[in-house]
């Protein structure tokens, strides 16, 4: 019986273990991230990992914050691998952890607050395929609540 009592709760607390995701492109995401560090001072990082006709996917860590921006000629879909922290997107406040996506329309103000003590890590896929810088600030600074 006590075996039996150990047994569930090892299986239990092995369901539990932090599963490494896969992410498309990159087979080995910690491998990945040890050559593509965050710089110190640097609170965040964008790296592109692949790309198809139709949409181009990269990598970003998020040590505090991002600035409210938009992007005129992208829609994003953000799924975040690690971390969690408030997504601002115009006037809508989403939490997300490890595991939820969101959709980002082009033109939407928005911006990321990591709330993790470490780094927060996102798949970003645009669409169309950014081929060319598409960050436009946003000015108004209700929207950035720090």
Sequence with gaps: MRRRAVLVVLLALAACARRVPRVPFVDDVDAFLATHP?????????????????ASFHLVQVRDRERPHRHALHDLTVVVLRG??????????????????AAIPRGAAHWFANEARAPSLA??????????????????STTDRR
């Design 123 to 140: 798949l970003v896929i645009f669409v169309p395929p950014l081929d060319a810088p598409d960050v436009v600030p946003v000015v108004d």
């Design 38 to 54: 965050l710089a110190a001072g640097e609170n965040i990082r964008a790296d592109e990992i692949g790309r198809t006709p139709g």
């Design 84 to 101: 969690h922290g408030t997504l601002v997107r115009d006037a809508e406040r989403v939490a997300l952890r490890a595991g939820d996506a």
